[in-house]
């Protein structure tokens, strides 16, 4: 579903930063990766290199079999919004409108009826918990609601693909159970393909992949046991049960 090759990436300047030195790999699809490695090790310049939404240095890269950095400007965004969702680490919302306008934007911007669009939406809305909270103004909500307007809006679309940088940065332990949960059945039900940042040795538990990067280089692979996995997902970040400390 993803294939990467060689991709570097320099910010120019006065002293240029070589963000990505050089990476390969590729995803299946279906896989859920976590990327994991120290500040500035390069894990939110590779997310938006994948989801087009900067121009690599060089390299290449794979999405379903699309050669995308060949693609025109129009037919990225249009790409971009058919297949890829991606959740911000610094949430991008738009504060004129309320959460749910945030929510349904992408659906609305791909055409889509907006009977259609309100009720997914909605629907979305409620399963990260802000049902409650439809018609607030972005800056009406705290940083864990941004945070979950931002993921429901990132998965309005359904896309086949979903980035996801620091999802869980600024939520409360009971709510990064109901996102990686959610992250997790989105991933088993709808077989979609998730790559998430996080910094949190913790979260990379509910993932099938770990792939860690240091320095702008991808240095090692671990693959989740299906155990540990099955642990985080029906343990992990619960606040409604007391765990047996042996
Ligand atoms: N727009 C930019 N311009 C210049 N340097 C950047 C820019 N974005 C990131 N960097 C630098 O690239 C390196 C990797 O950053 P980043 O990908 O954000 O790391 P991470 O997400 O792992 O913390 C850091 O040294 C950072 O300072
Ligand atoms: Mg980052």
């Known amino acids: 579903m993803i294939k990467v090759t060689d991709l570097k990436k320099t910010y ?61 400007d129009r037919k990225r965004t249009e790409f971009r919004l ?24 992408p659906l609305m911007l791909l055409g889509m009826k907006r009977k259609e669009f309100i009720r997914v939406s909605t629907e979305l809305m409620g399963r990260v918990g802000l049902d409650n909270r439809l018609h607030h103004l972005i800056n009406e909500l705290s940083g864990g609601e941004q945070q979950r307007v931002a993921i429901a809006r990132a998965l309005v679309n359904k896309s086949k693909i979903l980035f996801a940088d620091e999802p869980c940065a600024n939520l409360d332990t009971e709510n ?46 671990e693959y989740i046991g299906k155990d540990v996995r099955e642990d985080a997902i029906h343990n992990g970040y619960r606040t409604d049960v007391s765990s047996d400390p042996d």
Not at 22 to 34: D, L, M, N, T, Y
Not at 35 to 41: C, R, T, V
Not at 84 to 105: C, K, R, S, T
């Open 176 to 221: 990064k159970g109901i996102v990686l949960r959610l992250l997790r059945k989105l991933c088993n039900d709808l077989g979609q393909t998730i790559v998430m940042v996080t910094h949190e040795p913790e979260q990379r538990e509910f993932a099938d992949r770990v792939l860690w990067f240091r320095d702008g280089r991808l240095v090692k692979e």
């Open 12 to 72: 120019p300047g006065k002293v240029p930063v070589h963000a990505l030195k050089g990476v390969s790999f590729e995803i299946p699809s279906g896989q859920f990766v976590a990327i994991m490695g120290p500040s500035g090790s390069g894990k939110s310049t590779l997310l938006h290199q994948l989801a087009l939404l900067d121009d690599p240095t060089s390299g290449r890269i794979l999405l379903d079999g699309l050669d995308v950095l060949t693609l025109t």
């Open 82 to 105: 058919r297949h890829l969702g991606y959740v911000f680490q610094e949430y991008a919302l738009i504060p004129e409108l309320n959460a749910i306008e945030n929510a349904f934007l």
